[in-house]
């Protein structure tokens, strides 16, 4: 670390006089103000269709203002319509013996800044003393930031993206002295923005050092390069887990998936894609010699991580079971490895389900207080995704009462009944709904309810009085005489 | 006896459950049928269990998309349903144009299931529809042999329909057809026509009447029944067997079937207007008749004048019964027998008339072979059953004789009618196996308690023992027991061969095809399902699917979008124009293409995996149906020395036309076999003739992974510059 130079030094009185001048204009005074970033160090990581971006921030407090007690970030309108999850820590201690402290961030409530940027806060567990220099980690993820163009390619070529961003950080506050880093997953980078000083190397592209940036200052950028990762795009996924007190949890997932990079244009021409996929018999010379080399950015197949000890997978759409599906498992994790029916181009679609059954004790535990509890993954099995639109039901067993649902994040919340085999009063279904999910969002959470075992037997009886009423019809039948003449 | 000792021995309030001889049959009779219930709806499974739930064929998925539709907007949106997505643009008046009876059973079943809280899927109720009327089959079969003959013929009969091949094949798990449900419906018809003749009582007639309607609302097949009844009722005639109980029951069965009849739209006021159905209606008219005759020479109580009133009464009545039908028929009111008609009495009409009748495989007369692997021992038992019919001629067995020979004729005549022969060959063959084993049972054991009886009391009875002994001829009894084993040994290989015909031929889904690898391993080709789920996800909603009919009901029903024709070949015209496309240049079809709004065109191609039932080998049909409404598709052109090829030395139109095109475009550069030549179709066994195709109005949208189906997107038109 450099120590402060003397221009950063006048420089920050400048800024502070400025800040002096902007409370004043603005009342009340927030006393965020007082906060400034002394370095900030953007990476942006654009090698998956998920944009990634690690923030580095170190802020200090004025020493005449109070204490702190959180930092604001700024995003972009169209970056909080993408935003998939925001997550902070703060780095403590030197070095070797760093460690992070998780700290919640929420949007806030706060006036909107200039240009319609949103704020989010940072909730600081320990308040930032005045004079005070902390370190924070920020890491949020974009879903749909990257726009392919040319928006239509044919089968041979190569998928290109824009990607647009701002050189320094849009931030609130003064940021002295600030970098960003564009990671690209090839060196194949048809154009960016230059604002001085800009470098490339290789697949990174490096924009800064810039010093003194004011508030809510803000430069736009766009980069154009290749990438080729499959956009696959989950557009509804609904899962359905449902819980059976004699030993089972049947889970199963609708999707909905897109091919969201370039629009497919023109031929789909089988006989340079195909030809692999049916060598069993077909002369495998001719397709050995003659590499995959088109239909770069389709993608044939997905994975599914689900969790270990899974029986009874099943994967199929609304005409029929689909042939094409690999199960590997040990003990810590089964692997699905999906093939829709036919390879996606962008802009294809295609839906199917996907059910398992998990054993019951794996998932189902007493918590202290005499409640049941089933503590499952949020989030999507399917790797490397994005999901717009998430919806998971949780459906207790028929008489669970008061249910109640632990997520780490905020979403829409509600209950419904849904009725299955043998049902009379239904079954208490939670719902949940999150719009946006990425990989980051696959933790666990956990839905408390309460459950009397006596209605397990409940169904079991039904059907045995079902049996024995039938039986005793029967009987009856045999002993009575129904005609109406005498016999 | 070890299990009758064992009771002896328990305390007597146990004892009392010592079942009588009457009760013991009476549970052997129902466990038996029980068995064979189980039996007849598990041995359908072997498809399920193979493959997966899942509809089969053509057909069954035009039914399932319509019992989807029923189960979704309720039956009367169903009864009114106007169709678009298929014959564009003329669509399709559903609810008029089908025979409901299977969707609203399905449909009902789903319900009910429903209601009872189980949570099924209408396709999984779909899919089992077939196998539980065909075990519903068996418990009337049961009953119908019971009363031509007896319980044990009723309980053989069960047994061997359950497992008949001819039958099986149409109603195995996911054969969701109208057949599954109607030769339970038209089994359970004659049944219940039978008992009533045999009763004389009103209400069997009523429940036979019912029968009927449900037999005519679920299948076309009704006919035979419409027709088979009065022409039973014409031979009890001739022979001299009337009697009250045969008035009361036909003219009820008759009058309340048809009025019932006319509520299915499809079928309207035909009974009363169609010529297929007049037969039914003469020999009404023709028992009116003879009752009132016979009421009159009750009255008369003189031959002679009698017979002068007979004379006059029959002049009279053949006079205006002919003046009726001779001024039907001219006015039009009465419509001519169909073609379809025609075709079931003369096995060449179809062939010189209709080709599109001809064209389909299960329409062509039967082979031998076939009979011989429906039916296997039936066949031989068949003429005993006859046999044996004659010998104890009743009504009852005159109407299943009559049943027997009329469809074996029908059967021989259509591939797909051994269906209908087979109930009747199974009761007839029952009668026969029941009969021949029941006389050997009699003589096995008469002849194992004769020595007894004789050496009980030695002198009692000397004369019965001389007469049982004198009557026997030498090794009767061992003759017997080989004759027994030898008709056990029968019937095991029927079943060894019924189940291995189900498993091997009957049971494969046909929309998913399973071959075998190098290394011995199962290879599913899932081309089908493949290329309508790209057209479901991936075309616009409203786009229009060229396609020879064959694939119009799949298209339909699993890609969900608009076909130009389809399976219900009710309009030749429009389906002659898609052949008429199909087998002109690419520039002429894609005129016909625009004036159909077609935006895609499907064809169906086994070049690569030698798949054999492809668009190459229909083509003929298309280009004869073609050019049977527009004769400038001729189908010489097509040919070489009247020979059909594909090569080089194949005819330059074949070369060019549409199919050719869009079957083998890039095909040229495909080696499918090793040492063989790059373009060299596995179906044909020959290298393609025309390699190098170029498409100017078309452009490859799909093919599937084993190119069995190709999907190519129609050019908008050009620009006019």
């Known amino acids: 670390m450099m120590a402060p130079s003397l221009s950063t030094a006048v420089s920050s009185v400048l800024l502070l006089l400025l800040a002096a001048a902007i409370s004043v204009s603005s009342s009340p005074p927030m006393p965020e103000d007082s906060i400034r970033v002394i370095s900030a160090e953007k990476r942006i990581d654009l090698t998956s269709p998920i944009v990634k971006v690690f923030l580095t921030l170190k802020v200090e407090n004025d020493a005449t203002a109070p204490e702190a007690s959180q930092v604001l970030l700024a995003f972009t309108p169209t970056e909080v319509e993408h935003l998939a999850i925001v997550k902070a820590t703060r780095a403590e201690g030197k070095r070797k013996k760093k460690i992070y402290v ?16 949103r704020l989010y806060s940072i909730l600081l567990s320990t308040p930032l003393k005045p004079a005070e220099v902390m370190t924070l980690e920020v890491f949020y993820a974009l879903t749909h930031s990257l726009e392919p163009f040319p928006a239509e390619i044919t089968q041979s070529d190569p998928q290109l993206v824009y990607y647009r961003d701002s050189a320094v950080l849009l931030s609130p506050y003064h940021v002295l002295e600030q970098v960003t880093y564009i990671k690209m997953p090839s060196n194949r980078v ?86 692999y996929s049916f060598e069993t018999f077909l002369a495998r010379l001719e397709y050995q010699s003659r590499p995959s080399i088109s239909g770069v950015s389709s993608f044939k197949n997905l994975l599914a991580r689900l969790p270990p000890r899974v029986h009874s997978v099943y994967y199929r759409d609304e005409i029929g079971n689909i042939s094409s599906s690999h199960l590997r498992s040990d003990s810590h994790k089964s692997e699905l490895e999906i093939e829709p029916r036919y390879p996606l181009f962008g802009g294809w679609h295609c839906t199917f389900t996907i059910g398992y059954g998990l054993p019951l004790q794996d998932f189902l535990f007493e918590s202290d207080d005499g409640r049941r509890y089933i503590n499952l993954t949020f989030g999507c099995p399917l790797l490397d995704t994005v999901v717009d639109d998430l919806t998971i039901k949780v459906v207790l067993p028929e008489g669970s009462t008061s249910p109640q649902a632990v997520v780490p994040f905020l979403m829409e919340q509600y209950l419904e009944t849904s009725y299955s085999y043998l049902d009379v009063v239904g079954r208490t279904t939670v719902v949940l709904k999150k719009r946006n999910v990425v990989g980051e969002h696959n933790v666990p959470f956990q839905v408390y309810y309460e459950f009397n075992p006596i209605f397990m037997l409940a169904e079991p009886l039904m059907l045995i009085s079902a049996v024995f009423l039938f039986f005793v019809a029967c009987i009856a039948y045999l002993h009575m005489d129904l005609s109406i003449g005498k016999s | 006896m070890a299990a009758a000792t064992a009771l002896d021995s328990l305390p007597a309030p146990l004892r009392s459950l010592r079942l009588k001889t009457k009760q013991q049959e009476l549970l052997l009779r129902v466990s038996a049928l029980a068995l064979i219930y189980v039996l007849a709806f598990v041995v359908r499974l072997f498809s399920v269990l193979r493959y997966e739930s899942m509809i089969h064929e053509f057909d069954p998925y035009f039914n399932y998309r319509t019992t989807l539709f029923l189960s979704d907007h309720g039956f009367s949106e169903f009864w009114n349903w106007f169709d678009f997505e298929s014959w564009y643009p003329l669509g399709r008046v559903v609810g008029g144009t089908l025979f409901p009876g299977l969707m609203v059973t399905a449909a009902l079943l789903h319900r009910l299931l429903r209601a009872l809280s189980l949570a099924v899927h209408i396709r999984e109720v779909c899919v089992l529809t077939a196998p539980f009327f065909a075990a519903n089959t068996t418990l009337v079969a049961y009953a119908f042999g019971r009363e031509i003959w007896d319980s044990g013929a009723g309980l053989v009969a069960a047994a061997l329909i359950a497992v008949c091949p001819g039958y099986i094949s149409r109603s195995v798990a996911g054969s969701y057809d109208n057949e599954g449900v109607a030769i339970f419906a038209l089994l359970l018809t004659f049944y219940l026509f039978v008992r009533a003749v045999n009763t004389g009582s009103l209400a069997w007639s009523l429940a036979s009447a019912f029968g009927y309607f449900y037999m005519v609302s679920a299948w076309g097949g009704y006919v035979f029944i419409i027709n088979l009844l009065p022409l039973y009722v014409l031979v009890l005639l001739v022979t001299g067997r009337y009697s009250q109980r045969l008035y009361v029951a036909y003219n009820s069965t008759y009058v309340l079937g048809m009025l019932l009849a006319m509520q299915i739209r499809f079928v309207g006021f035909q009974h009363v207007q169609s010529g297929e159905h007049m037969a039914a209606m003469g020999v009404f008219f023709l028992l009116q008749v003879f009752f009132f005759l016979d009421w009159v020479k009750y009255l008369l109580n003189d031959a002679k004048l009698f017979k002068s009133f007979l004379r006059i009464t029959l002049t009279c009545v053949i006079t205006v019964g002919t003046l009726a039908l001779g001024i039907g028929t001219a006015s039009g009111y009465i419509s001519p027998w169909t073609g379809r008609f025609y075709s079931l009495l003369d096995p060449t009409y179809a062939k010189d008339h209709i080709p599109i009748i001809a064209s389909v495989s299960e329409h062509q007369p039967t082979a031998w072979s076939s009979f011989m692997f429906d039916f296997h021992i039936l066949l031989f038992l068949f003429p005993a059953g006859l046999y044996f019919c004659f010998k104890r001629l009743s009504d009852a067995t005159i109407f299943i004789v009559m049943y027997g020979l ?71 009894q061992n003759v017997a027991i080989a004759l027994l084993l030898g008709a056990f040994y029968l019937l095991s290989r029927y079943a060894v061969h019924c189940t291995w015909v189900t498993s091997e031929a009957y049971s494969s889904p046909s929309i998913v095809l399973a071959a075998r690898g190098h290394n011995g391993g199962r290879v599913i080709f899932d081309d089908y399902r493949e290329a309508y789920y790209w057209l479901r996800q991936n075309t616009p909603s409203d786009a229009k699917i060229m396609s020879w009919w064959d694939y119009g009901y799949q298209i339909t029903a699993m890609g969900n979008r608009t076909v130009i024709v389809d399976n219900n070949t009710w309009n030749n015209t429009h389906i002659a124009t898609v052949g008429r496309a199909m087998s002109s240049y690419e520039d002429e079809a894609y005129e016909i293409m625009q004036s159909l709004d077609v935006n895609y065109v499907l064809v169906v191609f086994g070049g690569v995996t030698g798949y054999s039932s492809d668009d190459i080998n229909k083509f003929l049909w298309m280009v004869r149906i073609g050019g049977g409404v527009f004769p400038v598709i001729k189908e010489p052109d097509y040919l070489v020395n009247g020979e059909y090829r594909v090569d080089k030395g194949a005819a330059p139109k074949m070369l060019n036309c549409l199919m050719y095109k869009l079957c083998y475009y890039r095909f040229g550069e495909l080696t499918t076999e090793y040492g063989k030549p790059p373009g060299y179709d596995r179906v044909r066994g020959v290298e393609i003739g025309n390699k190098d195709i170029k498409l100017e109005y078309l452009e490859e949208a799909f093919t599937t992974s084993n190119w069995i189906v190709r999907i190519y997107k129609v050019k908008p038109p050009k620009n006019r510059s």
């Open chain 2, 406 to 476: 009329t469809s074996m004729y029908f059967a021989g005549v259509m591939v797909r009618l051994i269906l209908v022969a087979a109930p009747a060959v199974c009761l007839i063959s029952a009668i026969a196996a029941s009969a021949t084993i029941k006389n050997l049972t009699t003589l096995i054991r008469t002849k194992s308690k004769s020595p007894q009886t004789v050496s009980g009391k030695s002198s009692g009875s000397k004369a019965a023992a001389k007469g049982a002994v004198d009557q026997s001829l030498p090794f009767q």
């Open chain 1, 190 to 275: 048809e154009s960016f923005t230059k604002v001085d000083p800009t470098g490339r190397a290789g697949n990174e592209v490096k924009y800064g050092t810039y010093n003194n940036q004011l508030p809510n200052s803000y430069v736009p950028i766009l980069v154009h390069y290749q990438n080729n990762r499959p956009f696959a795009v989950v557009e509804e996924l609904v899962r359905k887990v449902e819980i059976s007190h004699w030993g089972n949890v049947q889970i199963t997932e609708q999707y909905k998936l897109k091919h969201g990079g370039a629009q497919h244009k023109g031929v789909f021409s089988s006989s340079l894609l195909y030809g």
């Open chain 1, 102 to 117: 998780p700290l919640s961030v929420k949007a806030s409530d706060l006036a909107a800044a200039p240009n319609g940027a």
